[in-house]
Nanobody, 117 residues
Framework: QVQLEESGGGLVQPVGSLRLSCTASGRTSSISAMGWFRQAPGKEREFVASIDRIGGGPTYANSVKGRFTISRDNAKNTVYLQMNSLTPEDTDVYYC??????????WGQGTQVTVSS
């Protein structure tokens, strides 16, 4: 089993920045890709960004390209999401996601990001 714990959410003004962190524990050696999703009330969870174990192939949703950067520190079992130029449309609960080589999927509990003046 893998446990994921997010941190770094909060309230920020438009055009501001936040950095989210997600630390994995448990069978961390089984994790391949890690990433972030987000979900607004009444909407489906949507993909934000992902990165593989060796840091290759960062992938981003079109809505965040050029503003968000995903990175990973395997020594700390942590994935980061640097979010810049935030807009109110980025207000969501952000969820950390990890996939194992065996095909299992794990989720964190979510962290709220609110962009408002």
């Amino acid at each position: 089993q893998v446990q994921l714990e997010e941190s770094g959410g909060g309230l920020v003004q438009p055009v501001g920045s936040l950095r989210l962190s997600c630390t994995a524990s448990g069978r961390t050696s089984s994790i391949s890709a890690m990433g972030w999703f987000r979900q607004a009330p009444g909407k489906e969870r949507e993909f934000v960004a992902s990165i593989d174990r060796i840091g290759g192939g960062p992938t981003y949703a079109n809505s965040v390209k050029g503003r968000f950067t995903i990175s990973r520190d395997n020594a700390k079992n942590t994935v980061y999401l640097q979010m810049n130029s935030l807009t109110p449309e980025d207000t969501d609960v952000y969820y950390c996601n990890a996939g194992s080589y065996a095909g299992s999927t794990y989720w964190g509990q979510g962290t709220q990001v609110t962009v408002s003046s």
